[in-house]
């Protein structure tokens, strides 16, 4: 069976000329175009492009969400461009934590409940240690009085972190991150941020976190800039012009 962590030697994430073409034949739109990247298995990469770049499309083909047109991905040395349906649902379950643009909680589940809720997914019960990791990610994310709060008793930054203490819930390899523009702020973007590297360090968990905010490129191992679907990389947030 596949191991919870991954080997700390493989990657968590190679993505290998991979092409994402959206629509048919007489209106194609090449939203990545032979990307090739590599994260490692504690990484924490950052992903700036403007709107309409690829960084959404990037995040769901690394996440098994979408297929790619060609290419190929692999998560945590395995090839998953290869597996069945039934076969890739499990792993995203097991191993990818995504928080979306557009953040979905379940709207009737209190925030810790939306937390829990993963655990029940996987098949675990909800026993006193899946409450104590939810009530510390809550906590550490700056929610620990709103626990009871429904996700329309929250503002926008509130909804976004409790998805991403979700996206960490089940100890997963990779978390994709699909940040809305300005949804945290300054202080608290970089709260989330410390938060995410904690649990990437700590946990060996690899990132890719979509931001917006030139304040959190800081944070970063790597930047990685994508550009009409093409990547450049720059080591450190400086320019490769
Ligand atoms: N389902 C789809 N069908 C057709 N075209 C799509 C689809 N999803 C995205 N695209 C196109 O692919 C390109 C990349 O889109 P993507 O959502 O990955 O960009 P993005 O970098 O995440 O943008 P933003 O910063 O605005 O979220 C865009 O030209 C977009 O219009
Ligand atoms: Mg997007």
Redesign the pocket.
């Known amino acids: 069976m596949k191991p919870k962590h991954m080997d700390t030697n493989i990657p968590a994430l190679q993505l290998d000329k991979v092409r994402k073409v959206y629509g048919t034949d007489d209106q194609e739109v090449v939203a990545l175009d032979d990307v090739s990247l590599t994260v490692g298995s504690d990484e924490m990469m950052l992903l700036v492009g403007p709107?309409?770049s690829g960084?959404?499309?990037l995040?769901t083909v690394a996440g098994a969400l979408l297929r790619p047109t060609s290419g190929s991905v692999r998560v945590g040395g395995v090839e998953i461009t290869d597996l069945g349906d039934r076969q890739l649902a499990e792993f995203r379950r097991d191993q990818v934590g995504f928080v979306f643009?557009s953040v979905n909680l379940v709207p009737f589940l209190t925030a810790r409940e939306n937390l829990l809720v993963v655990r029940q997914f996987g098949g675990s019960r909800i026993d006193a240690a899946a409450k104590q990791r939810a009530d510390q990610l809550l906590d550490e994310l700056g929610l620990g009085g709103r626990g009871a709060s429904l996700p329309s008793q929250l503002s926008g930054g509130q909804k976004q972190r409790v998805a991403i203490g979700r996206a960490l819930m089940n100890d997963p390899s990779l978390v994709l991150v699909?940040e809305p523009t300005s949804a945290l702020d300054s202080e608290l973007g970089k709260q989330v941020m410390d938060l995410l590297r904690r649990e990437i360090k700590g946990r060996g968990v690899a990132a890719i976190i979509?931001t917006h905010d030139d304040r959190v490129l800081e944070y970063a191992d790597r930047i990685v800039r994508i550009v009409d679907g093409a990547l450049e990389t720059a080591a450190d947030g400086s320019s490769t012009d």
């Open positions: 709107s309409g960084k959404t499309t995040l643009q699909d979509v």
